[in-house]
């Protein structure tokens, strides 16, 4: 796990990275640099896209159960924004995103809704362009902290006291924890029998 956080890192760098030619192209911006603000901001949304999926990733391998009920305690529209992004990414890999018109704004071209006859709204790039980056960072730093959490829990949990272990199953092989110290899975998800609800973090010391 540890080589994903490091890939995520340097990811997060670039995006930084990325963001900074883009304000400094947009600065002095002229028909000659068109290319330069195309490549950056292409690059800026692929690594947008890949911190937030590496992120979630970890979280999830961590704690399924708190990225689950991290997605559901969001907005409709803050999911709706992360099928956005992808959807942005997946359409510029084959196609142009970008409108310019006469004005010399940037703006979004509708994008194909995936799976849907319906396109999304124009949008302005430079408004969204900061407003994703925001949205990036946050998503991105709130699955990591579920990650950092979920870790220090885990590490904890092979010390589970409860004296009921042997009517406990393991969510990850599906065996029965008859012995703590012998048992190799993650005990952080383990759950009853009848898998009604996983074991109270309060079972822990």
């Avoid at 990275?17 to 000659?32: G, N, P, T």
């Amino acid at each position: 796990m540890q080589n994903y956080i490091d890939i995520l890192n340097i990811k997060r760098k670039s995006l930084a990275y990325h963001y900074e030619q883009i304000e400094a192209c947009l600065r002095d911006f002229s028909s000659d640099h068109l290319h330069v603000l195309i490549g950056e901001s292409s690059a800026l949304m692929e690594t947008i896209n890949s911190c937030i999926e590496i992120s979630r990733m970890c979280a999830y391998k961590q704690s399924p159960v708190d990225v689950r009920a991290y997605m559901e305690s969001q907005d409709e529209s803050l999911r709706t924004e992360l099928k956005y992004i992808q959807q942005w990414v997946e359409t510029n890999r084959k196609d142009n995103v970008f409108l310019f018109p006469d004005q010399g704004e940037i703006y979004i071209k509708p994008l194909r809704v995936k799976n849907k006859l319906e396109y999304t709204d124009q949008r302005e790039w430079i408004p969204y362009l900061r407003e994703v980056r925001e949205l990036a960072e946050k998503i991105t730093q709130d699955f990591m902290d579920i990650y950092a959490n979920s870790t220090v829990h885990y590490d904890q949990s092979w010390r589970t006291m409860d004296i009921h272990r042997s009517s406990f199953t393991c969510r990850e092989c599906g065996a029965f924890v008859t012995g703590i110290l012998s048992h190799i899975g993650n005990l952080s998800s383990i759950a009853l029998k009848d898998r009604e609800s996983y074991l109270p973090r309060l079972s822990y010391v």
